[in-house]
Protein backbone atom coordinates (compact mmCIF):
# COMPACT_ATOMS: atom_id res chain seq x y z
CA UNK A 1 0.00 0.00 0.00
CA UNK A 2 1.21 3.38 -1.11
CA UNK A 3 0.51 6.47 1.23
CA UNK A 4 0.62 9.41 -0.03
CA UNK A 5 0.84 13.20 1.59
CA UNK A 6 0.28 16.25 0.24
CA UNK A 7 1.73 19.69 1.30
CA UNK A 8 2.15 23.41 0.20
CA UNK A 9 -1.38 24.52 -0.42
CA UNK A 10 -3.12 28.02 1.17
CA UNK A 11 -4.14 31.00 -0.54
CA UNK A 12 -2.60 33.14 -3.09
CA UNK A 13 -3.36 36.38 -5.13
CA UNK A 14 -4.23 36.05 -8.72
CA UNK A 15 -0.90 35.88 -10.78
CA UNK A 16 0.90 33.99 -7.93
CA UNK A 17 2.80 30.89 -7.21
CA UNK A 18 2.39 28.23 -5.15
CA UNK A 19 4.66 24.68 -4.65
CA UNK A 20 2.50 21.40 -4.08
CA UNK A 21 4.73 18.23 -2.57
CA UNK A 22 3.68 14.62 -2.60
CA UNK A 23 5.31 12.27 -0.23
CA UNK A 24 5.14 8.95 -1.12
CA UNK A 25 5.69 6.11 1.50
CA UNK A 26 8.01 3.83 -0.70
CA UNK A 27 9.56 4.25 -4.04
CA UNK A 28 6.98 4.84 -6.66
CA UNK A 29 9.16 6.48 -9.79
CA UNK A 30 10.01 2.62 -10.95
CA UNK A 31 6.70 1.66 -10.69
CA UNK A 32 3.77 3.86 -10.35
CA UNK A 33 2.42 6.94 -12.34
CA UNK A 34 1.89 9.92 -10.00
CA UNK A 35 -0.69 12.39 -10.90
CA UNK A 36 -2.32 15.38 -9.61
CA UNK A 37 -5.97 15.85 -9.88
CA UNK A 38 -8.28 18.55 -8.31
CA UNK A 39 -11.51 19.61 -7.34
CA UNK A 40 -13.48 22.71 -7.20
CA UNK A 41 -16.52 22.74 -5.52
CA UNK A 42 -19.38 20.62 -6.63
CA UNK A 43 -17.05 19.93 -9.67
CA UNK A 44 -15.73 16.57 -10.85
CA UNK A 45 -12.17 15.83 -10.53
CA UNK A 46 -9.84 17.26 -13.36
CA UNK A 47 -6.65 15.91 -14.19
CA UNK A 48 -4.02 18.43 -13.84
CA UNK A 49 -0.88 16.07 -14.53
CA UNK A 50 1.34 13.15 -13.90
CA UNK A 51 4.66 12.00 -14.34
CA UNK A 52 4.73 8.18 -15.65
CA UNK A 53 7.02 5.32 -14.24
CA UNK A 54 9.03 5.89 -18.08
CA UNK A 55 10.16 9.50 -16.38
CA UNK A 56 7.37 11.10 -18.92
CA UNK A 57 5.53 14.53 -18.27
CA UNK A 58 2.31 14.60 -19.38
CA UNK A 59 -0.25 17.86 -18.57
CA UNK A 60 -4.19 19.26 -18.95
CA UNK A 61 -4.28 21.99 -21.61
CA UNK A 62 -5.63 24.02 -19.26
CA UNK A 63 -2.16 24.26 -16.80
CA UNK A 64 0.50 23.63 -20.04
CA UNK A 65 2.90 26.40 -19.72
CA UNK A 66 1.90 27.16 -16.00
CA UNK A 67 2.46 24.14 -13.89
CA UNK A 68 5.27 22.03 -14.19
CA UNK A 69 6.07 18.17 -12.22
CA UNK A 70 8.84 17.07 -11.02
CA UNK A 71 10.38 14.43 -8.44
CA UNK A 72 13.08 14.11 -6.20
CA UNK A 73 13.54 10.30 -6.34
CA UNK A 74 15.92 10.17 -3.71
CA UNK A 75 13.35 11.81 -1.24
CA UNK A 76 10.11 10.35 -2.71
CA UNK A 77 9.08 13.48 -3.41
CA UNK A 78 6.83 14.50 -6.13
CA UNK A 79 5.98 18.41 -7.01
CA UNK A 80 3.65 20.70 -8.53
CA UNK A 81 5.06 24.06 -9.44
CA UNK A 82 2.03 26.47 -10.31
CA UNK A 83 2.79 29.69 -11.82
CA UNK A 84 0.47 32.43 -13.05
CA UNK A 85 -2.31 30.86 -10.84
CA UNK A 86 -5.47 32.36 -11.66
CA UNK A 87 -9.37 31.63 -10.28
CA UNK A 88 -9.99 28.61 -12.05
CA UNK A 89 -7.29 27.23 -10.75
CA UNK A 90 -9.00 27.16 -7.01
CA UNK A 91 -9.56 23.46 -5.63
CA UNK A 92 -9.08 20.91 -3.62
CA UNK A 93 -5.70 18.94 -5.22
CA UNK A 94 -4.62 15.56 -4.82
CA UNK A 95 -1.81 13.41 -5.85
CA UNK A 96 -2.45 10.00 -6.87
CA UNK A 97 -0.17 6.71 -7.57
CA UNK A 98 -1.26 4.19 -10.19
CA UNK A 99 -0.36 1.93 -12.70
CA UNK A 100 -2.65 3.35 -15.81
CA UNK A 101 -2.49 2.36 -19.49
CA UNK A 102 -1.36 5.80 -21.36
CA UNK A 103 -4.83 6.15 -22.49
CA UNK A 104 -6.46 5.52 -19.45
CA UNK A 105 -3.96 8.40 -17.08
CA UNK A 106 -5.99 11.37 -17.22
CA UNK A 107 -8.72 8.44 -15.55
CA UNK A 108 -8.81 9.38 -11.96
CA UNK A 109 -10.49 5.53 -11.33
CA UNK A 110 -7.24 4.47 -12.87
CA UNK A 111 -5.02 5.41 -9.72
CA UNK A 112 -5.59 3.24 -6.96
CA UNK A 113 -3.33 5.35 -3.85
CA UNK A 114 -4.57 8.76 -3.08
CA UNK A 115 -3.70 11.06 -0.42
CA UNK A 116 -6.24 13.13 1.49
CA UNK A 117 -5.91 16.66 -0.76
CA UNK A 118 -5.13 20.24 -0.29
CA UNK A 119 -6.54 23.00 -0.85
CA UNK A 120 -5.48 25.95 -2.98
CA UNK A 121 -7.04 29.72 -3.16
CA UNK A 122 -6.77 31.92 -5.79
CA UNK A 123 -8.59 34.87 -5.02
CA UNK A 124 -7.67 38.72 -4.79
Known amino acids: QVQLVESGGGSVQPGGSLRLSCATS????????VGWFRQATGKEYDFVGA???????HYADSVKGRFTISRDNAKNQVYLQMNGLNPEDTGRYYC??????????????????WGQGIQVTVAS
Open 51 to 57: VRHTNTY
Open 26 to 33: ERTHSRYT
Open 96 to 113: AAGQPILSAMRDKTAYRY
